[in-house]
């Protein structure tokens, strides 16, 4: 098999990993993407993978119940460290697959702090790498911190897993009229306002020509097609 891209990073959402719960995290669903994961593992695709915290808890959601945005955006952070440690049992488990977990707070008990270029050896090393706590400041989003570690370690694609398609000029779920967007630009990503992702994040990619898929992670084989090189999804770049 001829790979079309050798290092990723992938982002996936703390809803994803709820399954069809409202809350926590879905047993059914670490199987799925372990499956998923370890496929990409046997071509030798090197992979990074972010994890939001939405399933646990979101630091925006904190303001509703009065503790304020920065505390809030660290509870989330460290929502990520639980996905994330849930993320790499399951792999090492169920898939055999070398992970270590790098946290951008400091946790050491349970995870190493990031440094960027221990992550890359790690990638060389054919280990999955699993990027926890965000930034490790409040006020970015995980869509932000996936960007930019992608950047970090020279990413040749960022894959950003959804539960729709790809891109839609609405939200399909909502609106069965909402069209599918093949490829984009960014400039024309941000401008009409598509809800893929946050601006900063968007204008990160774009300032470092870091291409973006935006795919559906339910479907199996998705995965795989995409780093082929594959008709998957919608392409920004």
Do not use: W
């Not at 995290?25 to 199987?31: G, Q, R, S």
């Not at 920065?70 to 849930?86: K, P």
């Not at 989003?141 to 970090?152: M, W």
């Amino acid at each position: 098999m001829d790979l079309v891209y050798k290092r990723i990073l992938l982002k996936l959402s703390g809803e994803a990993f709820a399954g069809s719960q409202s809350y926590g995290i879905d047993p059914k669903f670490l199987e799925y993407i372990t499956a998923e994961i370890g496929s990409l593992v046997k071509v030798g695709v090197q992979i990074a993978i972010v994890i939001g915290g939405g399933n646990i808890f979101r630091g925006i959601r904190g303001l509703e119940i009065g503790i304020d945005r920065a505390t809030g955006d660290y509870m989330g952070m460290l929502a990520t460290v639980i996905n994330a440690l849930a993320l790499q049992s399951a792999l090492e488990k169920l898939g055999g697959i070398h992970t270590r977990v790098l946290s951008a707070l400091e946790i050491r008990q349970v995870a190493e702090p990031y440094i960027r270029r221990r992550a890359i050896r790690h990638l060389e090393k054919g280990r999955v790498v699993i990027f926890a706590a965000g930034t490790g400041n409040p006020f970015f989003s995980t869509d932000t911190a996936g960007a930019l570690r992608a950047v970090e370690i020279s990413a040749q694609l960022f894959i950003k897993a959804t539960k729709v398609d790809g891109i839609y000029t609405d939200d399909p779920l909502k609106n069965p009229q909402a069209k599918f967007i093949d490829q984009i630009s960014y400039l024309d990503a941000i401008n009409m306002g598509l809800r893929i992702m946050d601006h900063t994040a968007l204008t990160l990619c774009m300032e470092n020509k870091l291409p973006i898929l935006v795919l559906n992670i339910n479907k199996p084989g998705n995965l795989l097609r995409a780093v082929m090189g594959e008709k998957v999804g919608s392409l920004i770049k």
